[in-house]
């Protein structure tokens, strides 16, 4: 089989949904990564403004910059007659915060396992950018105290000498295929990716081109990503839009995505039974981090596997 994994997001935290202020840090002016745009900020030429400095004295815990420059990316633009700098000020829904409430916050850096917002705050990153940030932090961990400092990081910074992005393949793609080959026994092959949605994507046309058939079972509440077919009763990405279905995805496009709800195993079975044959995947979130932490019921895994190698294809 071939395994399809997320590739790319070297060091830029990508979401927060699980991290938790821990204590308040004092930092140095320091130059922001995300937008803010002050209400006078905004130059001639509508740059946005980059730089944000940190109130050394702050004692308490506010988000007033992350709120400043989260409203800004959803303001209005009156003299450029433009909506917003990003739908709903984020790059991904789930970012948005809408479903959950609470105030996004932006983040300015990371070390080790935690990480500073703009407004100078300091978190425990229970996210680690999903995963690829784990061998940062471990890495950092044990080498905070030592002159040279992370490996990863100078490895890092001694390969972006060479260019950030060549748009053609190269030598450490193969090394980084090799190394997630022979660390799991069951990949033969790997895709890297950009994103969690383009994973879903390519492992979606995977299973359909693999099997001869074209339909899935995905369980409500499950998010995989904002691709056509699963954009059925998913999880946060969806629901932050307060939408079940989203527009302007065709009814062909999620004709063949079967919903089911989570943990309900005697469902999967009638779904099988009343499709027989039909079924090229099942897909989930085996802890359903989408919607609430939803933990699978003992033995619901097992279940689900079971049946999925039942009506798997005659080899
Ligand atoms: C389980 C799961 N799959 C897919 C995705 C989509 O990933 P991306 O936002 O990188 O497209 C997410 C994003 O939150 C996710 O949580």
């Not at 990371?110 to 996210?127: P, Q, R």
Request: aromatic share 6%; with cysteine; proline share 7%.
């Amino acid at each position: 089989m071939i395994l399809i994994c997320r590739y790319g997001q070297v060091l830029h935290p990508q979401g927060l949904g699980l991290s938790w202020p821990s204590k308040l840090i004092h930092r140095p002016n320091f130059t922001a990564s995300s937008p803010s745009r002050s209400s006078s900020g905004c130059s001639s030429r509508c740059a946005v403004k980059m730089t944000v400095t940190v109130d050394e004295k702050k004692t308490t815990f506010t988000l007033k910059k992350s709120e400043k420059a989260f409203n800004a990316a959803k303001a209005l633009i009156p003299h450029l007659r433009m909506c917003e700098l990003m739908p709903g000020g984020v790059n991904s829904p789930v970012r948005a915060f809408k479903s959950v409430g609470g105030q996004p916050i932006l983040i300015h850096s990371v070390k080790g396992s935690h990480m500073w917002d703009i407004d100078g705050n300091e978190y425990i990153d229970y996210v680690g950018s999903w995963g690829q940030q784990l061998l940062v932090m471990l890495m950092t961990r044990k080498y905070l105290f030592s002159a040279k400092g992370c490996p990863v990081l100078a490895a890092l910074a001694e390969t972006m000498k060479k260019g950030t992005s060549f748009g053609a393949p190269c030598l450490l793609e193969n090394v980084l295929a090799e190394m997630v080959i022979s660390a799991v026994p069951s990949i033969e092959m790997v895709r890297f990716v950009n994103s969690g949605t383009e994973a879903c994507m390519g492992v979606l046309r995977l299973a359909r081109a693999f099997t001869g058939r074209e339909k899935i079972i995905k369980f409500e509440g499950c998010y995989h990503g904002h691709a056509d077919p699963y954009l059925v009763k998913a999880g946060s990405g969806v629901a932050t839009q307060g939408l079940p279905d989203s527009p302007g995805v065709p009814k062909a496009a999620t004709a063949p995505t079967l919903s089911s709800p989570y943990n309900d195993i005697a469902d999967v079975e009638l779904l099988f039974e009343t499709n027989k044959g039909e079924i090229a995947a099942v897909i989930l979130e085996p802890i359903v981090g989408n919607s609430g932490f939803i933990t699978p019921k003992p033995d619901f895994l097992n279940a689900l596997r079971k049946i999925t190698k039942e009506n798997g294809p005659s080899p």
